[in-house]
């Protein structure tokens, strides 16, 4: 059910911040192109940048860390680093915030979304991540590190089903892109229903669901499409019915006059107009 933690109605915007965000829906492609990688990779200095990579949010971080590490190796990229976290007196050391302080581009893993906000969320670490992007790094995250990227985040919930307030829980996110609620694996889990079950108890937000090898690339007041799949945008704003608080928690959600936008690779949406722009 969608949990009764109090979550700021912010009014839908681009990032609060000057950086970039590249927020990849899963399974991004590593042994081919690497084309959203390599979006990263190019944003963050290219061949110069000075990477992080943030394990905190999976269970096996040397492994997935690794893996990243080889990727990036592959695309040029030497100056690469590897932050675990595990509780949240690491994530008020020195050695990390002094990583941070110098990168050129931090990316988080997939796992779990609940670990980041449990660990990081308000200390020393997640400051210093607002204060760099703030001066124009490139924050990225796949799947739980897409999720978090925004104030209010979706903490899990079911998919392949039809959307009822029960089928999904929301907490408080890293805040790195305010106005929004972003899902991931998104057509491949089925995965409309609970984003609409989300916004619907927040139709001030945006709702983002992004396909796996996929990313937004967002920066000012807009986003662009990369990758294999799509990227499905729900706005509420407009709706001309919501039974939302009419509702016992097993009961069906009426819904009519959402708007809905699927955009594909090279499509962008301006985030303040809610408007998609053609290539």
Known sequence: M??????????????????????????????GDCKILREFV????????????????????????????????????EDIRIVDTVNRE????????????KATGVFFTGGNQS?????????????????????????????????MMSNTMILEGEGETHPRPEIVDLDEGMDFMS??????????????????????????LLGIGIDENT???????QFKVVGGGACTIVDMKQATHNNV???????????????LHNLPDGYSFDLKKRSLIAP
Do not use: C, W
Not at 215 to 221: E, L, Y
Not at 245 to 259: I, P, R
């Open 2 to 31: 969608v949990s009764d933690v109090k979550l700021e109605q912010q009014s839908p915007s681009s990032p609060k911040k000057a950086g970039q965000l590249v927020i990849i829906g899963g399974a991004e492609d590593k042994d």
């Open 42 to 77: 190019r944003n963050a200095g290219g061949t110069q940048a000075q990477l992080i990579i943030m394990t905190v949010a999976t269970e096996l971080p040397q492994e997935v860390g690794e893996n990243y590490i080889r990727v990036f190796k592959k695309l040029g990229v």
């Open 90 to 101: 690491e994530a008020e050391e020195g050695a990390a915030l002094s990583a941070i302080q």
């Open 115 to 147: 670990r980041i906000t449990e660990v990081l969320k308000d200390t020393k670490i997640h400051n210093m991540l607002h204060q760099r992007y703030a001066e124009g790094i490139v924050v990225g995250g796949t799947s739980a590190g897409a999720s």
């Open 179 to 204: 106005g929004v609620i972003i899902d991931q694996h998104f057509s491949q889990r089925g995965r409309l229903g609970r984003l609409l079950a989300a916004v619907a108890n927040h139709p001030n």
């Open 215 to 221: 990313a937004i690339v967002v920066q000012d007041n």
């Open 245 to 259: 608080e009419t509702l016992l928690k097993d009961e069906g959600l009426a819904l009519s006059g959402v708007t």
